[in-house]
């Protein structure tokens, strides 16, 4: 079945340590997204990425990072800098190119918590 | 102000009733209209999506848009107990955005359908 993967499902930081998120995809997107998910807050877009190699800030970038080495994987790690990581973080992707309504598919998302 | 206002709830009604969710915006390129359903703990799926003003109807389901009033609502007939999940609405201007077809996400709100 097509669907995006996302690893862990749960994972716990002490404060000053890098953690990385993984996603990976078998629908053949372009595009892929990472979004955090804060109560209250709706989905704010971190990062995304239409084409290997390539990827933009969201809106909230500070403190992440990513990398887009092939089409299938999206990993995010959240580093040091980012003050409140705590939240469930969202990894989705897009068939890219339509000028129609984009849709997403999302992962079954990663809920970080730091200690 | 939010592009996107959206009732948080929670909204809690008697099994098949008629369900009302709402949301407000106020940039009026917004073009796509989304509805997302959201189980506990997963990640969001769509619902159903529509183009410009209008309704649109799926099963139980109708999405209307009303972009003179810059509303959108989503109503769920015969309420089930399996619809209780949070709906997020979600939006976008058309055509490929410099934004990479970047989504607006509302609040969500949370709906519960009780026995």
């Known amino acids: 079945d097509g669907g995006i993967t996302q690893s862990p499902k749960y994972l716990f930081r002490k404060e000053g340590q890098n953690v990385t998120l993984s996603c990976e995809q078998n629908l053949n997107h372009d595009a892929m997204y990472w979004y955090r998910q804060d109560p209250g807050q709706g989905l704010r877009l971190i990062y995304y990425s239409q084409i290997v190699n390539d990827f933009q800030k969201g809106d909230i970038a500070e403190g992440y990072s990513v990398s887009r080495e092939k089409k299938e994987s999206f990993p995010l790690t959240v580093t040091s800098a980012q003050k409140n990581p705590t939240a469930f973080y969202l990894c989705?992707?897009?068939?890219?190119?339509?000028?129609?309504?984009?849709?997403?598919?999302f992962g079954a998302g990663s809920r970080l918590t730091v200690l | 102000q939010k592009e996107v206002e959206q009732d948080p709830g929670p909204l809690s009604v008697p099994e098949g009733a008629i369900v009302s969710l709402n949301c407000t915006y106020s940039n009026s390129a917004f073009q796509y209209f989304m509805w997302y359903r959201q189980y506990s703990r997963k990640g969001p799926e769509l619902l159903m999506y529509t183009y410009s003003s209008g309704n649109k109807e799926d099963g139980r389901f109708t999405a209307q848009v009303d972009k003179s009033s810059k509303y959108i609502s989503l109503f769920i007939r015969d309420s089930q107990p399996s619809d209780s999940a949070t709906y997020l609405c979600a939006m976008k201007g058309g055509g490929l955005t410099g934004g990479g077809n970047k989504l607006t996400f509302g609040t969500g709100t949370q709906l519960k359908v009780e026995l």
């Open positions: 989705a992707s897009s068939i890219l190119g339509s000028s129609g309504a984009n849709v997403l598919t």
